[in-house]
């Protein structure tokens, strides 16, 4: 059964990894009422925001997404600037201390 009422997730410091943030974006693929979801220090990576970067390309709810302090480095960015290149309806991202170099952060900017 699918939560269609609940429209915010705080999920910050439960340090879930990348195999959490696998869970997060299966249940983001189906669930289209969840708007706000906040996934900062959760050490998620480059390979668990891979997950969460996917989920971006299809989700057409979540309009803010907080991914601060999840160590996802360049890799991980690269995945966002695809991501946001599909994706219309995140309109606050917030990607504080995760180590993402200039090249990166062009990669985000530019898409």
């Known amino acids: 059964k699918i939560n269609k009422a ?9 340090y879930f990894r990348a195999k959490g943030a696998q869970h997060i974006g299966k249940a983001l693929k189906i669930n289209t009422a969840l708007t706000s979801l906040d996934l900062q220090g959760n050490q998620i990576g480059a390979e668990g925001f891979q997950h969460i970067s996917e989920v971006l390309k299809i989700n057409t709810a979540l309009a803010t ?47």
């Open 6 to 14: 609940l429209t915010t997730l705080n999920l910050k410091g439960n």
């Open 65 to 111: 997404l907080n991914l601060e302090r999840n160590r996802i480095g360049d890799e991980g960015a690269q995945h966002i600037g695809e991501a946001l290149k599909i994706n219309k309806a995140l309109t606050t991202l917030i990607l504080n201390s995760n180590c993402i170099g200039p090249g990166s952060a062009k990669h985000i900017g530019e898409a």
